[in-house]
Structures are given as structure tokens and as C-alpha cells.
């Protein structure tokens, strides 16, 4: 079965810093990784997501993800945090074994950004 | 990005009665869309996953007499919590994807948040 884990309940980044939100998954198959950010009492929006091809993917508001093979990780990251990216972040998975199958979330991180 | 909207955002009701929460997919057609529930700083937990004109698929223990769940078009997914009570409270969220397979990222709808007196 997939499993996504975020091995951290918060993290605590000052404005200005690099952050790294950490993901590694679980799957008996290619996996399809992809990053979704929660703000207080709203739905998930999409950030970026892996498919295949070059392990350096960039998304939304300045994010990126490395998916590592061997790691079986897929952490976010971003070069500078803003105050503005103090949400709920969520790491999900899907296996690519054919036809339509669900998506699979962490616990989730949540990431605060300090002035 | 494609617009998933659903309704209403609160609601609150008395013990046993039942609740209905819409969601729709408002610029494309999604023969599937999921439910998923969101507890207080908590993951979200797949319900069920709603198909366009036959039943739902319900995740294990998931009881289906208590979440109804009715996808009668292609844009409209309905979930409606029977007898409700004060443990049903939480954050309802509804998803879809235009289109199926396995690359493409889901849509979110921005939640129902359902408090049980």
C-alpha cells in the first residue's frame, strides 16, 4: 500500500531563510508526488507536482521539490521564506499503476515564518 | 487552475438532523471526485471516492449509511450526513480533477466546516 510520511509537525524558519519541508512516500510502483499548501478553514491548493523526467521540479510562489529515487523523498524548498508562507503544507501520492487511483496525503507540516 | 466550489462553507446543525454539502466542478467535468475529512491539525482521510452515476467507493471504515454520497452529473458531487451528531463535526473537503488519470493533481474545493450541537 502507499504511505506518504512528514517526519515534522512544524518548522520554524526566520523571513529571509532557505526552508525545507521534508516527504519521503512509499510505493510498490512509479510514484506520482505532488505538494499542496493549506491556509486557516481553506481547501488544499496545488504547489507543484513530480511525474517524470527532470528530479528538480518548480512550482507555485517560488517553491521547488527534489524527488530522489533512492531516498524515496521529495522534499519542498524554497530559497528565501516569506511571512506569507506561514500555512499547513501537505506532501500526497499516487501510485502510477494504471487507471485513476487516489491521492494519499502526509499528516502534514506546518511551516511558520518569523519577521 | 481548474475551479472546484462547494457549499455551504458552515453549517450548523442540531443532533439528528441531516446535512447536505455540495460540490462542484465549475469549468470542467469530473466523472470522479473525492471526500475527504479534515480533523483539528490533522491529515485529511479519503472518505470515499464518488463516481459519476453508479455508487461511491467507500474507504474502510467509512459507514455509507451515514455519509451518503450521490453523483448524479458530471459536475455535481453531494455529500449529506444522516442523524448527524456532535462527532461528525469537521471539516468536509471535496476534490476533483478534469479529466482521469494518474499524472494529473486534484482540485480542491475550499471546505465545509460542519459543527454538530
Known amino acids: 500500500a502507499q504511505s506518504v510520511a512528514q517526519p515534522e509537525d512544524q518548522v520554524n524558519v526566520a523571513e529571509g531563510n532557505p526552508l525545507t519541508v521534508k516527504c519521503t512516500y512509499s510505493v510498490s510502483g512509479n510514484p506520482y508526488l505532488f505538494w499542496y499548501v493549506q491556509y486557516p478553514n481553506r481547501g488544499l491548493q496545488f504547489l507543484l507536482k513530480y511525474i517524470t523526467g527532470d528530479n528538480l521540479v518548480k512550482g507555485s510562489y517560488g517553491f521547488e521539490a527534489e524527488f530522489n529515487k533512492s531516498q524515496t523523498s521529495f522534499h519542498l524548498k524554497k530559497p528565501s521564506a516569506l511571512v506569507s508562507d506561514s500555512a499547513l503544507y501537505f506532501c500526497a501520492v499516487r501510485e502510477g499503476s494504471g487507471g485513476y487511483n487516489k491521492l494519499i496525503f502526509g499528516a502534514g507540516t506546518r511551516l511558520a515564518v518569523h519577521p | 487552475g481548474a475551479v472546484v466550489s462547494q457549499h455551504p462553507s458552515r453549517v450548523i446543525c442540531k443532533s439528528g438532523t441531516s446535512v447536505k454539502i455540495e460540490c462542484r466542478s465549475l469549468d470542467f467535468q469530473a466523472t470522479t471526485m473525492f471526500w475527504y475529512r479534515q480533523f483539528p491539525k490533522k491529515s485529511l482521510m479519503l472518505m470515499a471516492t464518488s463516481n459519476e452515476g453508479s455508487k461511491a467507493t467507500y474507504e474502510q471504515g467509512v459507514e455509507k449509511d451515514k455519509f451518503l454520497i450521490n453523483h448524479a452529473s458530471l459536475t455535481l458531487s453531494t455529500l449529506t450526513v444522516t442523524s448527524a451528531h456532535p462527532e461528525d463535526s469537521s471539516f468536509y473537503i471535496c476534490?476533483?480533477?478534469?479529466?482521469?488519470?494518474?499524472?494529473?493533481?486534484?482540485?480542491f474545493g475550499e471546505g465545509s466546516r460542519l459543527t454538530v450541537l
Open positions: 476534490s476533483a480533477a478534469p479529466g482521469l488519470g494518474v499524472t494529473g493533481e486534484l482540485f
